[in-house]
């Protein structure tokens, strides 16, 4: 096995670009990519100029209108090397996002294997008939079926914190259904996504199907912006999402976009603490809270929250802080000092509003790498700050309730709909489920992804839907064919 990473010197990547299967230098502005963990210089690179965005849809527009992606069992056939690919080097992949997202190594599951299986799902379900058959019309004069068709060219941008996950299921999805791709990774974690295209290449997508580019700003606008571009699939912020839909707009172009969640976890009345507690703050800790369906509001019984603190304390110190190499290590670093120090304002400011710290909280004892403690808070309401806006650190805050009505009012009270958890009595648990707006609820720690479930978000969570027949739906169009008799 041909090892896909090759480094002039130790510790440092290139970032290249893929564009009609050739292997470019970035020709746009200069970027660095810093690591979270030991602050120190990782890759330098230059972005995808206009021009090179330019050829990288020209190249998928090309191949899309050939015809040479429009055999499903050919798709399936490459997706599967691709994912094959993806896992056989999975250990090289999981060293280069510890360098660039300082994500930790018991993650690899997370970033490596679930995209793979995901693409696997989408090559199979890509093969699947889906012409519905309508019959006569009410005249008897016509016959009708409905055929669902690629939607085109696709461009999709990834997000940072789980860059092949997000990047690797949006392009499976789009690939599977007939259509090309461009994707384009994050400024701030291109190095994982720039080897995928080392991978796309072995597993033998014909030239234009997938091209790979990196940039900031300046990519992403003339990628979205871009009049070849047919569908644009987007994972980040909310702010940066409408930026995105804005900009796909123009072209009357429609999106998929994933935005974030401010997800309640729902502590119902009986339920035992001591059975969930670990695994409540370990999931929002995890891969330095940097996770959009986090359980970042924690519902409690007015009665009971001396309790639960008191519980939350007692796991709070198994939750490791450290190297994201050891395998112990729960909580990595953020991935830049300025997000330290929005999660640090953030956390000062809702003390000096009168919000008080329960566990954790602070820096850990490290001499490099932009480190955090996870911090569990209280003493606020659902209208603090702290409790309404996506903070993407390893914090989250306790709040009260005095009836089951109450916490389902307070998990609505949100602009974020995207997750949501329950934990108590399964029955009591179903029942409460419609009552949610959120797009996915997990009772009682649910089960980890899987690819045959859509992700939604509701509210500013997002636009459409990815995963499953949904996601897959959101890269074809459906075309009605009538048929006269006579």
């Known amino acids: 096995m041909t090892n896909i990473i090759s480094a002039s010197v130790a510790n440092a990547y290139s970032v290249d670009l893929l564009i009609n299967n050739q292997v470019l230098s970035g020709e746009g502005e200069s970027l660095s990519v810093i690591?979270?963990?030991?602050?120190?210089?990782?890759?330098?690179?230059?972005?995808?100029?206009?021009?090179?965005?330019?050829?990288?849809?020209?190249?998928?527009?090309?191949?899309?209108?050939?015809?040479?992606?429009?055999?499903?069992?050919?798709?399936?056939?490459?997706?599967?090397?691709?994912?094959?690919?993806?896992?056989?080097?999975?250990?090289?992949?999981?060293?280069?996002?510890?360098?660039?997202?300082?994500?930790?190594?018991?993650?690899?599951?997370?970033?490596?294997?679930?995209?793979a299986n995901f693409i696997r799902w989408f090559a199979e379900a890509g093969t699947r008939e889906r012409t519905v058959n309508l019959g006569y019309n009410n005249t008897h004069t016509a016959v009708s079926s409905v055929a669902y068709r690629p939607v085109g060219v696709v461009a999709a941008i990834t997000a940072f914190n789980y860059p092949i996950l997000i990047g690797g299921s949006k392009i499976g999805a789009a690939l599977a259904a007939g259509c090309t791709a461009v994707l384009l990774s994050s400024p701030q974690a291109p190095i994982a996504v720039a080897l995928l295209g080392k991978l796309v290449l072995q597993a033998g997508f014909p030239p234009g199907v997938v091209n790979i580019i990196s940039g900031a700003a300046e990519a992403g606008r003339a990628l979205t912006e871009h009049p070849g571009v047919d569908k644009v699939s987007f994972t980040g912020s909310v702010n940066v999402g409408r930026t995105v839909m804005q900009q796909a707009a123009a072209g009357l172009r429609s999106v998929v976009l994933e935005l974030g969640g401010k997800s309640a976890a729902i502590m119902l009345p009986g339920v035992d603490y001591d059975k969930y507690v670990f695994w409540l703050h370990a999931r929002y800790?995890?891969?330095?809270?940097?996770?959009?369906?986090?359980?970042?509001?924690?519902?409690?019984?007015?009665?009971?929250?001396?309790?639960?603190?008191?519980?939350?304390?007692?796991?709070?110190?198994?939750?490791?802080?450290g190297d994201p190499r050891d395998p112990s290590t729960i909580v990595g670093p953020v991935i830049s000092s300025a997000q330290r120090d929005r999660i640090e304002a953030g956390l000062e400011r809702a003390v000096?509003?009168?919000?008080?710290?329960?566990?954790?909280?602070?820096?850990?004892?490290?001499?490099?790498?932009?480190?955090?403690?996870?911090?569990?808070?209280?003493?606020?309401?659902?209208?603090?700050p702290l409790a309404r806006n996506e903070i993407f650190g390893p914090v989250s805050v306790v709040?009260?309730?005095?009836?089951?009505?109450?916490?389902?009012?307070?998990?609505?009270?949100?602009?974020?709909?995207?997750?949501?958890?329950?934990?108590?009595?399964?029955?009591?648990?179903?029942?409460?489920?419609?009552?949610?707006?959120?797009?996915?609820?997990q009772i009682n720690g649910g089960s980890p992804l899987r690819p045959d479930a859509p992700m939604t978000g509701y509210k500013h969570s997002g636009v459409g839907a990815e995963w499953g027949e949904d996601g897959l739906r959101e890269f074809m169009l459906p075309q009605h064919i009538d048929c006269a008799l006579n």
């Open 35 to 115: 690591s979270p963990t030991t602050e120190a210089v990782v890759a330098e690179f230059r972005g995808a100029s206009p021009a090179q965005v330019d050829a990288a849809v020209q190249a998928a527009r090309t191949a899309f209108d050939s015809g040479v992606w429009n055999d499903p069992l050919q798709r399936r056939a490459v997706l599967f090397k691709f994912a094959d690919l993806i896992e056989a080097h999975r250990d090289e992949l999981m060293e280069a996002l510890m360098s660039e997202v300082g994500s930790p190594v018991n993650l690899k599951a997370n970033h490596i294997d679930t995209p």
């Open 285 to 321: 800790a995890r891969n330095a809270g940097q996770g959009c369906g986090s359980p970042t509001r924690i519902l409690v019984e007015e009665s009971r929250y001396d309790e639960f603190v008191e519980a939350s304390r007692k796991v709070y110190g198994q939750i490791k802080v």
């Open 352 to 384: 000096a509003a009168g919000a008080q710290i329960l566990a954790g909280g602070g820096r850990p004892p490290m001499d490099k790498g932009w480190f955090t403690n996870p911090t569990l808070v209280g003493n606020l309401d659902n209208q603090a």
């Open 399 to 441: 709040l009260t309730y005095r009836t089951v009505d109450e916490a389902i009012q307070i998990a609505n009270d949100s602009e974020l709909g995207l997750k949501a958890y329950l934990f108590g009595a399964k029955d009591q648990c179903l029942k409460l489920v419609p009552r949610l707006r959120v797009g996915t609820v």
